[in-house]
């Protein structure tokens, strides 16, 4: 018997680690950087493997109620959302598919998920805007 694989920092399976994902769009955002950061650093996984770990999380993701969003930058709120398809597979095929055709592990300017009390929230008048400091 093989000894289901856990990652490196919290003992954890993929299927529990899966599971805690979107806990935190209750609060905030998840990006995808932070996805497959976890993937290679936690779990060590790369390749296909690698992959299906992503699409798994952005499937929990979705129907956890969470929509694809990127920073805005119309001033007033903090996050857009971004139409990468109408179901759940669509959206993470067209996400898989533009990291891989990118060549490099996303990073914190690339898609996160969010929940729509998040991406439709307004700037508080303290949050810096983006281009210059604070608004």
Not at 21 to 45: K, Y
Request: charged share 25%; hydrophobic share 40%; aromatic share 10%.
């Amino acid at each position: 018997m093989t000894q289901e694989l856990r990652d490196r920092f919290y003992g954890y399976t993929i299927d529990e680690w899966i599971s805690k994902v979107p806990g935190e769009l209750d609060v905030d955002a998840v990006g995808l950087w932070q996805i497959v950061s976890f993937g290679r650093e936690g779990f060590e996984l790369s390749g296909n493997s690698l992959v299906e770990y992503v699409r798994r999380n952005l499937l929990a993701l979705t129907a956890a109620g969470a929509r694809p969003v990127v920073g805005a930058l119309d001033g007033e709120h903090i996050w857009t959302k971004v139409d990468y398809g109408d179901t759940a597979d669509e959206v993470c095929d067209s996400i898989i598919a533009e990291w891989v055709a990118s060549g490099r592990d996303p990073n914190e300017g690339d898609v996160w998920f969010a929940k729509p009390h998040i991406y439709s929230a307004a700037r508080s008048s303290v949050m810096p805007d983006g281009r210059n400091g604070l608004s």
